[in-house]
């Protein structure tokens, strides 16, 4: 499963597709203060991406793969 949530941690996993981006945004709507979990991370649909950046969520693990860390880092980071 690509998107799992526990209490107040979304886990991006795997393939996060565009699919999962309006349950994302619902979670982190409903859970203003909820943080994420990428370690497991492969791939980020952009919609998902949108909703990251427009959320700001606290980011508790990046992903393991270094290419898509440095992607995201640079355009999570405030």
């Keep these: 499963m690509s998107l799992t949530f526990k209490r ?40 998902n991406l949108q909703v990251l950046m427009a959320t700001r969520p606290k980011v508790t693990v990046w992903p393991s793969d270094s290419d898509i860390r440095t992607w995201l880092e640079a355009a999570l980071q405030p």
């Excluded at 979670?27 to 909820?34: C, D, E, F, S, T």
């Design 8 to 47: 107040d941690v979304a886990h991006l996993a795997e393939q996060v597709t565009v699919e999962d981006a309006e349950t994302l945004l619902e979670w982190l709507v409903r859970h203003p203060a909820g943080k994420v979990n990428m370690k497991n991370l492969e791939h980020l649909h952009a919609a």
